[in-house]
T-cell receptor
Framework: DAKTTQPTSMDCAEGRAANLPCNHS???????VYWYRQIHSQGPQYIIH???NNETNEMASLIITEDRKSSTLILPHATLRDTAVYYC?????????????FGKGITLSVRP | DAGVTQSPTHLIKTRGQQVTLRCSPK?????VSWYQQALGQGPQFIFQ???????QRGNFPDRFSGHQFPNYSSELNVNALWLGDSALYLC???????????FGPGTRLTVL
């Protein structure tokens, strides 16, 4: 699986959009971009994933650049409950539940 | 619908001892993966079980072993514990053919 690079930390104000960047310059054509988050003392939680088109669900939006070398996770209206470590992962989806390779992630702090 | 459950929540062992951790997957899921998360690090993949067989394995020594039962629940066994085995052990379940892994809350193992 390709490696990803994320800033160590960032913060944003409650109610504002949080834009979390991720670089994955060595991503292969068959690798998807996944985002998980881990709130303190809990297991990681799936957020969203995509291949090359932008994706949106009830939690977030995922914007992938045209060359697929980077992506941005957008939390449109951050709340205090969104304070967590966010992991960007690239992964081959082979229909066989392939493993997740986590880095250190980015710590998002949402301030009141 | 219960999510992924793990037991025990916390555990304290001494060096050289053996430990067994347990995981019940989300209802309907057939695959269980185990991850180790050291303090301040992202989770690291240990192994994955499907149809009672180990299907994938990460870079962990043979001291780490597992089992999956016919009801899809799973155990992680660690022999000859080291201080470095102190970590949060996470179980994730998934269903073959789908992409999302659901994580349990983890078992916090402390080796003294």
């Amino acid at each position: 699986d390709a490696k990803t690079t994320q800033p160590t930390s960032m913060d944003c104000a409650e109610g504002r959009a949080a834009n979390l960047p991720c670089n994955h310059s060595t991503i292969s054509g068959n690798e998807y971009v996944y985002w998980y988050r881990q709130i303190h003392s809990q297991g990681p939680q799936y957020i969203i994933h995509g291949l090359k088109n932008n994706e949106t669900n009830e939690m977030a939006s995922l914007i992938i650049t045209e060359d697929r070398k980077s992506s941005t996770l957008i939390l449109p209206h951050a709340t205090l409950r969104d304070t967590a470590v966010y992991y960007c992962i690239v992964r081959v989806v082979a229909g066989a539940n392939s493993k997740l390779t986590f880095g250190k992630g980015i710590t998002l702090s949402v301030r009141p | 619908d219960a999510g992924v459950t793990q037991s025990p929540t916390h555990l304290i062992k001494t060096r050289g001892q053996q430990v067994t951790l347990r995981c019940s997957p989300k209802s309907g899921h057939d695959t269980v993966s185990w991850y180790q998360q050291a303090l301040g690090q992202g989770p690291q993949f240990i192994f994955q079980y499907y149809e009672e067989e180990e299907r994938q394995r990460g870079n962990f020594p043979d001291r780490f072993s597992g089992h999956q039962f016919p009801n899809y629940s799973s155990e992680l066994n660690v022999n000859a514990l080291w201080l470095g085995d102190s970590a949060l052990y996470l179980c994730a379940s998934s269903l073959t053919g789908l992409d999302e892994q659901f994580f349990g809350p983890g078992t916090r193992l402390t080796v003294l």
